[in-house]
């Protein structure tokens, strides 16, 4: 990083991501901007300038471009492309069942330059995914990617607490029957799990800031 940059942590996609973003001016918190992520051009939010602790926590190594604040331009741009990952998200679930995917899809984020589409989603076995991302990608002529917010890969259960290989847990989760402890598919209470997902996020986000 040259004596001119300055990097912030920013937040950044629905699921509240967060990560290093350098920038050739001033910001403040709180600050919508535009910035360039792993994933694309995204929206954020400015949470502070990155201390010895912040660079120590984020061991990814990835910092980003902070490239400007957003404009009113770029929230209606952002407000159109939520429209059509409305209309993509209808027709990733309606697919996805026609296929008979044993996932469930229960949100969409379409970077703001339009050239990538993540598909968040669950499931409870596994599954050959490309018909489903080619299809997508073929009708919006956009690269879709999924990903996956269930189970860590390898892990099996439902997600409970005493599921899976623990005493009184589930035998049936691995096969994608159920759990026999609490009656529960892997992919019930995916709104749960998600609002459980933002909290944690949260949290570390008020840890580090």
């Known amino acids: 990083m040259t004596s001119d940059q300055v990097e912030y942590l920013v937040s950044h996609g629905c699921a509240g991501e967060f990560a290093r973003f350098r920038a050739m001016e001033l910001f403040r918190r709180g600050d919508r901007v535009v910035v360039r992520s792993q994933r694309g051009l995204e929206l954020g939010?400015?949470?502070c300038k990155c201390t010895?602790?912040?660079?120590?926590?984020?061991?990814?190594?990835?910092?980003?471009?902070?490239?400007?604040?957003?404009?009113?331009?770029?929230?209606?741009?952002?407000a159109g492309l939520n429209e059509r990952g409305q209309r993509l998200f209808e027709d990733g679930r309606r697919l996805a069942g026609e296929l008979g995917l044993p996932l469930e899809i229960f949100d969409v984020e379409i970077t703001l330059d339009g050239h990538q589409v993540v598909l968040y989603h669950v499931r409870w076995q596994e599954c050959d995914e490309r018909p489903l991302v080619s299809a997508l990608s073929r009708k919006y002529e956009?690269?879709?990617?999924?990903?996956?917010?269930?189970?860590?890969?390898?892990?099996?259960?439902?997600?409970?607490p005493d599921c899976g290989s623990k005493e009184g847990g589930c035998s049936t989760c691995s096969t994608g029957g159920g759990c026999s402890s609490c009656g529960k598919t892997l992919g019930h209470d995916v709104k749960e799990y998600f609002a459980g997902l933002r909290q944690q996020m949260e949290e570390r986000r008020r840890s580090l800031v």
């Open 45 to 47: 939010e400015v949470l």
């Open 142 to 160: 956009t690269l879709v990617a999924l990903r996956d917010l269930g189970l860590p890969a390898g892990a099996s259960g439902c997600g409970r």
């Open 52 to 78: 010895a602790r912040h660079t120590e926590s984020l061991r990814d190594g990835f910092v980003g471009e902070l490239l400007r604040r957003a404009s009113s331009e770029d929230e209606t741009i952002a």
